[in-house]
């Protein structure tokens, strides 16, 4: 009422300054239905997370059951990620077509598909078959997850959701080193499909629950952007013209995604595309996948000798990455991209390095070694450990949240295409790469790449901590000197806001 009789008399009611700020500078809740969004859709990466895990512990017993030899371990082992690159490169443009959700329904479904082909595999050649069908799968999911996440998320906590992807991945990986333990005990005949056809319940599962999920809204809003565009385009309208009176072009320019992105980008876009494809690059480049899907090869080569043994240090394994992935979705709107990921290449290199010597140790000596065997079982558990507060969720934060809007989908299908290849060739070359220069000089080798890793992103990478998919893509285009740029436009920034504080203080001063 107070107020009431202010405003009558032609006076304000008595404001202070902030409660003219921009929402912006307020502190911000959580919105619980963007985190319920983004958890549904990242219950597709765990399809990749399971493939994973349980080729680590089911390729031991289908090399015994099918007499395979090491080339083709590698081969079925790493395919599928070779396969996927036929998901990844379609799920862009799927996606822009019908929908962020139905290319998730898609995804979800090929996978189902290919792990039951997988399971009732009568020999080698149907199970590659069966892996080039949920290879397929997993592309599309591992390309979709993030983008729709990402557009769905608030700055505010966009690392903390866009990182869901990764904690699922890391959740199927578990998964996949739980059913291996589970199913190691059957006739080797039975263990190998029961671990490789159970993955077909998470398919199951994701279906249904795509069904709860609205749609991506920035989908939304580009979609009826495109329709506008065309309207204009059918009328001849200029499609940023909004005139009475407009003249007509003879040849109206449309739009190409592919140009923008590599034929004739503009500055800012090559250095988006530089990082964002980089981060994908590296993160696979520095071994990760060799340890995880050759897990129990490098406990058996650290004196573990027990196939169930080496199937229980994996557990363990998986129970420490999944740990520090979930450290990590809650540091990642705190501490920000860069720190988090330079101190997790970083530590990688150091523990890659720590676990080559221990190696080297036990090779070198006629008995166990006790003490070289703990090193070797602890780096490999720090080294996941870093890997997973760092290299881990942020290649996916970062490579889906630095492409503009509409050169999103796709730019973030070509990182991922550029992440499954290099998957491929890492997993696909482990054992060949052991016997040219010992299991010890793979892992040394893979430190240097983790080494060079964090050169590249400690002088190109900006920090997008906080920001706006929008005030995100004007960091980019001065590659080396992106931190002066980082400085003006934050200067710029607090000049504005500056300027809103003293328009709101004129007007109630007056």
Not at 73 to 89: D, F, K, P, T, W
Not at 175 to 200: D, E
Not at 371 to 390: D, Q
Not at 398 to 404: A, I, L, M, R, W
Request: include cysteine.
């Amino acid at each position: 009422m107070e107020e009431e009789k202010q405003i009558v008399c032609g006076q304000l009611p008595q404001t202070s300054l902030c409660d003219f700020d921009p929402p912006k500078l307020k502190t911000r809740k959580r919105n619980k239905y963007a985190i319920a969004c983004s958890f549904l859709a990242s219950l597709s990466s765990i399809l990749l997370g399971y493939d994973i895990g349980v080729m680590s512990g089911a390729i031991i017993y289908i090399k015994k059951d099918l007499n395979i030899n090491d080339v083709q371990v590698e081969i079925l082992v790493g395919i599928l990620n070779l396969y996927s690159l036929l998901g990844s490169a379609a799920a862009g443009r799927t996606s822009d077509l019908i929908g962020r959700r139905s290319t998730m329904v898609i995804a979800a479904v090929i996978f189902l598909i290919g792990a039951l082909l997988m399971g009732f595999a009568p020999n080698y050649a149907f199970l590659m078959f069966g892996r080039f069908i949920a290879g397929i799968g997993v592309g599309y999911a591992l390309v979709i997850a993030p983008v729709y996440t990402v557009e769905v998320s608030p700055e505010s906590s966009r690392g903390f959701l866009t990182s869901f992807p990764e904690v699922f991945i890391n959740g199927g990986i578990l998964l996949g080193y739980v059913s291996n333990v589970a199913f190691s005990k059957l006739p080797t005949h039975l263990s190998w499909r029961f671990m490789l056809g159970i993955g077909a319940i998470p398919s199951v599962f994701l279906a249904i629950s795509i069904i709860t999920m609205p749609e991506s809204p920035r989908w939304l809003v580009m979609k009826a952007e495109c329709r506008l565009r065309d309207i204009k385009e059918a009328a001849g309208i200029p499609e940023h013209c909004n005139d009475d009176v407009v003249q007509v072009p003879k040849h109206p320019k449309g739009d190409n995604v592919w140009k923008e992105l590599f034929i004739s980008p503009t500055q800012s876009i090559k250095h988006i595309v530089l990082t964002g494809i980089g981060i994908h690059f590296f993160q696979q480049a520095s071994g990760i996948d060799s340890v995880v899907l050759y897990s129990p090869t490098i406990f058996e080569r650290a004196g573990i000798k027990s196939d169930h043994d080496r199937l229980l240090a994996t557990v363990a394994m998986g129970c420490v990455k999944t740990l520090f992935i979930l450290v990590a979705t809650f540091l990642l709107d705190r501490v920000g991209r860069r720190p988090l990921l330079l101190t997790s290449f970083g530590g990688m290199t150091i523990s890659l390095v720590l676990l080559s010597i221990g190696l080297t140790v036990i090779d070198r000596s006629n008995g166990q070694v006790t003490w070289a065997v703990a090193l070797c079982v602890m780096m490999v558990s720090v080294y996941v450990a870093l890997f997973s507060i760092g290299a881990g969720p942020i290649a996916w934060v970062y490579g889906s949240e630095v492409f503009p809007l509409k050169l999103r989908a796709t730019g973030f299908s070509v990182g991922v295409a550029v992440n499954r290849v290099t998957s491929g060739v890492i997993s696909m070359t482990f054992l060949s790469l052991e016997r040219a220069i010992t299991i010890q000089g793979a892992f040394f080798l893979y430190a240097g790449i983790a080494g060079i890793a964090w050169v590249f992103f400690f002088t190109l990478m900006p920090e997008t901590q906080g920001k706006t998919l929008e005030e995100t893509v004007a960091l980019f285009g001065t590659f080396f000197e992106w931190r002066s740029t980082a400085t003006e436009l934050k200067g710029k920034k607090m000049n504005n806001n500056d300027e809103i504080q003293m328009a709101t203080g004129d007007v109630v001063s007056s």
